[in-house]
């Protein structure tokens, strides 16, 4: 099977959130970064834009009742950019969640722009 798209983590916010993950949601996760990497239709039960912001969206995933969620962006629309990622504890996503990634996507386009 032939890639799609290339994933890529933006610093080390994707790595340090996966390094505190057991296994079995590390396995969990790589699953569902395969779909997005090899499939050209992604279900938006995996990726899903976030309403009311430019281009961030989340990959989603569960485990039994627990519920995570990854933040990523796409560069040049085939690179997939992971930024942070946390276990959702309520309905709403946090607000300081989304800040957080949507600060870290303007910094990759600031630090891409100075190259």
Sequence with gaps: MEKIRTIIAYKDYF???LSKQTVKVQNKIYKILEIVEFQQQIPT???KHIEGTHGLYETRFSLGSDIWRVFCFFD??????LLNGFQKK????PKSEIDLAIRLKYEYFKEKRKK
């Design 45 to 47: 039960r995996f990726l």
């Design 90 to 93: 309520t309905q709403k996503t």
């Design 76 to 81: 040049e629309g085939r690179l997939v950019i």
């Design 15 to 17: 790595e340090n959130f």
